[in-house]
Structures are given as C-alpha cells and as structure tokens.
C-alpha cells in the first residue's frame, strides 16, 4: 500500500511538473531581450586603462595603427579612440553586443527580429524560420526542464530523507 501510494505521488508530481513547466519557460523567454550586462569578466580583475597598456607593451606598432584607424574612420579624438579601443579589448563580446544594439537603435528597430525581418530577401520565410527556431528551442527548454524535475522527483520520493538517529 506504501508503494503505491508513492507512486500515485510520484506520478501527481509529473503531472505538476509537467503542467508548471510551460509557465516557468515562458517566464525566461523575456530574458533574452534585456540589454547586455557585463557579467563576469576581466572588469573584474582590471580595467580597461590596464587592458590597454598591455596592448600598447605588447605590441606598440599594431597598438598605434589602431588607434589611428580608428581616429580616422570613426572621427574619434585620441582619447576617445583609447577609450573605445580599451573597452573593446576588455569585454570584445559585449562590445560588439552594445555596437548592435546601438545601430539597431539608430536605425528604428526595436529588436534583432525585426531588423532581419525587415532586412531579408524573403521576410515571410525568415519571420517563419525564427518563429520556428523559437518554438523548438522553448519545446526542447520544456522538456529538459520536466525531465530533470521529474527525475529529482523520483528521486526524492525514492530516497526520503531520514534525519540523523532516526
């Protein structure tokens, strides 16, 4: 009678689990639209003045032909271009994510979805294929989720804990 009791818990707890699965996704798909934070990274350890003085000591030649380029084709005064170039070798990722942004921006989109819709040949067909892609992915997000709680479930429910000297 024990066992089938667990197990009739066992399985209302898949079934819960199942059910609150698609909820707690859709809770993390808005995630993905927050602006870039920088996370753990070298900004941690030190700055982007101490990332460009390694630069400028490793390698004074290819240092000074950057920051003229970018001088040059960014209009940017020799601090500015300093300051763009540090940042940029401090957090590469997050830079290029912030430039993104700030040309979507610029340009009037107000995300990355419309901006390849709205920049593609076939803006049905690529509408289509990142709905697709977005499906998929919070189907497969849903489904790793249940296993994983179901398993720690099952698992709980086969191994109750016992407290000490009992």
């Known amino acids: 009678a024990t066992m089938k009791c667990a197990t009739l818990i066992a399985q209302a707890l898949l079934l819960l689990s199942c059910l609150l699965a698609i909820p707690i996704a859709n809770a993390f798909v808005g995630v993905s639209k927050a602006p870039y934070k920088n996370g753990v990274s070298l900004n941690m350890v030190f700055g982007k003045d101490t990332a460009l003085a390694i630069e400028k000591r490793k390698d004074p ?3 000074e032909a950057t920051i003229q ?3 040059k084709t960014k ?3 020799r601090a500015q271009a300093e300051k763009r170039y540090g940042e940029f070798l401090l957090d590469p990722d997050g830079f290029a994510l912030k430039a993104a942004e700030a040309e979507r921006k ?7 979805e419309e901006m390849a819709i ?8 690529t509408r289509e294929r990142i709905t697709k892609f977005k499906n998929k992915n919070r189907t497969r997000g ?3 989720m249940s296993v994983f709680f179901a398993a720690a ?5 086969m191994n109750p ?3 000490p000297g009992n």
């Open 69 to 71: 380029n970018l001088m």
């Open 118 to 125: 709205a920049r593609s040949d076939d803006p049905e067909a």
């Open 142 to 144: 849903i489904i790793i």
């Open 61 to 63: 030649k290819a240092f």
């Open 106 to 112: 610029e340009m009037g989109y107000k995300d990355w």
């Open 161 to 163: 804990y016992v407290p």
């Open 153 to 157: 479930v099952a698992s709980s429910i």
């Open 75 to 77: 209009k940017l005064t």
